[in-house]
């Protein structure tokens, strides 16, 4: 369990729920296991924490026994559709400007630890080839998401320009899975699996290819919208991280004192309580999904009792445990270990 505040738009994690719901999957399942229950927020700004999405995407595979779901993602959904990170994309003038600005606004659709120093997806240029990489840390804990990022960049150009392949070859870091020979099926070009990084390799002229579609005004609109979103998105971000870095150490003891908490972060107890209201949130709230995640991350690793993680996470009794955690997802945690 990370300090940082991995959290994902709450349209991206509806627009792969949507999908998988299309492709014959109980929602009400995948949701108790994912551990939320409340995804189909009207609001396209609202975050949800990185671990959710991360445990949807996986559960969605393990029920329907069909490996192949996060491959064909791309290909049957469209970004511009599910945020403000893709309509800038599609009004961008050339696929150079399109990737730079999805690298500038990347954080409003997946906020995770590499972003906080450097591009996750830089653009690297050799000669006449150019690659697009995913630098983010410990891709192969979640190779479902290397799927879907490497086939959406091939798949979103390949619709802008129909008839005309994208990617020359591509490279994975994780061993080759069951399904791998569908990578070359998809992806229509060679694939090399256990490679030194995740990378999708095509010629370098396509940068300055045009769009047709280009739509300066709209860009602009939608540049300022997400400039604003990111600065909010960077702020609140950084106040629960300091947060949760203090509490971590103390989750088991239950209690918290938030003056002590806003001394050591060089603050008022109002200011504090402001700060957190200005954003819509409470001390109490982040302490309560504090507790859910690290209680969840205990329960999927499977490597405590259900008691122990009850006191892991500052309950001293397991009834107390269960009342809230059936609060969180929905279910009790035997319901919630044996649906995974």
């Excluded at 469209?78 to 690298?103: P, Y």
């Excluded at 860009?219 to 629960?240: M, N, P, Y």
Aim: proline share 5%; charged share 25%.
């Amino acid at each position: 369990m990370s300090g940082a505040f991995r959290s994902v738009s709450i349209s991206v994690f509806n627009r792969y729920l949507d999908f998988v719901v299309g492709a014959g999957l109980d929602a009400s399942r995948l949701l108790t296991i994912a551990g939320t229950t409340k995804p189909n927020s009207l609001d396209p700004d609202e975050r949800i924490v990185f671990e959710i999405y991360q445990r949807l995407v996986q559960a969605s595979v393990q029920i329907s026994e069909d490996p192949s779901l996060p491959l064909r993602y791309p290909i049957e959904t469209k970004l511009d559709t599910a945020t403000i990170v893709g309509l800038i994309a599609e009004t961008s003038s050339s696929l150079a400007q399109s990737l730079r600005e999805v690298n500038r606004y990347a954080k409003l659709m997946m906020e995770i630890d590499i972003m906080s120093g450097i591009e996750r997806h830089p653009i690297e240029i050799d000669g006449d080839k150019a690659y697009f990489l995913d630098m983010r840390p410990n891709p192969n804990e979640f190779p479902e998401l290397t799927e879907i990022a490497l086939g959406r960049l091939i798949f979103e150009v390949e619709a802008i320009f129909p008839g005309e392949p994208f990617a020359n070859a591509v490279t994975v870091t994780h061993p080759k899975p069951d399904h791998g020979d569908l990578y070359e099926h998809y992806w229509k070009c060679p694939v090399e699996f256990e490679a030194g990084r995740n990378a999708v390799e095509f010629d370098a002229a396509w940068l300055s290819r045009e769009y047709e579609q280009a739509n300066p005004y709209a860009l602009a609109l939608f540049s300022e919208k997400a400039t604003e979103l990111k600065s909010e998105l960077e702020g609140r971000i950084d106040l629960r991280g300091k947060i949760e870095a203090e509490l971590l150490p103390i989750l088991h003891l239950g209690t918290t004192d938030i003056d002590a908490v806003a001394s050591k972060l060089g603050m008022s107890r109002s200011t504090l309580y402001r700060q957190l209201k200005d954003e819509g949130f409470t001390f109490a709230e982040v302490h309560d999904d504090l507790r859910r995640r690290v209680a969840m991350d205990h329960l999927s690793a499977r490597k405590v009792s259900i008691k122990e993680t009850a006191y892991l996470v500052g309950f001293s009794e397991a009834s107390s445990f269960n009342r809230a955690f059936k609060r969180w997802t929905g279910a009790s945690p035997k319901v919630y270990l044996a649906a995974q």
